[in-house]
């Protein structure tokens, strides 16, 4: 069965979603489900990225089997490492992403990262902190959306472009294959084909390097959203050598 392993319930502060819409709209479209809640520790502005771990785990693992897995998506920054690993050990994640959401302590979703900023300079600067990141959070299984700065870039071509950016996203990806971490095929933006040929490169590179496997993640945060573009995600898979994969208890399962 193939899996959804990147969605957000209510137990994350930008989602409404309840674990019985997702868990309905991920058996309708006959896939699998990871329930994979936002933990950034010392978020900017007035939003809160944490949750209860304990009281997760209360809830929804009654509901954890075969088709939904339980998991965490932690946002990765130096100062916060060990911060977010302590967090982690409260519950037994079945999978933990770690993501890069914040560049020098800014959102990326907020105009702010992006004034006064080239392209190149930023995008640089992003890959490098992830590369930075993947080896100081030694804790994680997946590494989450390479792609999340393209989602609100304002450049005219918000694209990853792996030529203009080969050495430091060869860092990343070797960093990932080095330390084991799966990389994920985030499917928010796979409907484009523009965005399908930026990424062909980077994960024909990642398998180059040594990389198996990837995640399929819609990062859904409703239930409309659960398995976008997955035909197009498992075809891409396929075409790049890549196994799918997901995580039950921390250890690598095929779909």
């Not at 294959?177 to 484009?192: D, P």
């Not at 994969?245 to 779909?255: D, G, I, L, P, S």
């Amino acid at each position: 069965m193939i899996f959804d392993s990147h969605s957000h319930t209510s137990f994350s502060t930008d989602s409404d979603m309840t674990a019985e819409d997702a868990l309905k709209a991920a058996r309708a479209r006959g896939i699998g489900l990871v329930f994979t809640e936002h933990l950034d520790v010392d978020f900017p502005g007035e939003l809160d990225f944490s949750f209860d771990p304990e009281a997760y785990w209360r809830q929804y693992e009654p509901l954890r089997g075969d088709d939904l897995h339980l998991g965490i998506e932690v946002g990765m920054q130096a100062g916060t490492a060990e911060a977010s690993r302590a967090f982690v050990a409260r519950a037994p994640f079945d999978l933990v992403i770690g993501s890069v959401h914040l560049l020098r302590g800014i959102d990326i979703y907020e105009k702010e990262c992006f004034e006064g900023r080239e392209k190149d300079e930023l995008y640089r600067e992003y890959f490098q902190t992830m590369a930075d990141m993947i080896a100081c959070h030694d804790f994680i299984d997946v590494l989450g959306h390479i792609d999340y700065i393209a989602r609100t870039a304002p450049y005219e071509n918000p694209e990853l472009s792996y030529g203009a950016f080969a050495d430091e996203i060869d860092a990343v990806l070797r960093a990932a294959v080095a330390q084991g971490v799966v990389l994920e095929l985030n499917t928010r933006r796979i409907g484009s084909r523009r965005a399908l040929k930026e990424l062909a490169p980077i994960y024909a590179r990642y398998h180059e390097l040594g990389g198996k496997y990837v995640t399929l993640g819609s990062d859904a945060h409703g239930a409309d959203a659960i398995g976008a573009n997955f035909a197009a995600a498992e075809d891409f898979a396929r075409a790049m050598g890549l196994s799918i994969v997901t995580f039950f208890a921390r250890k690598m399962e095929f779909c």
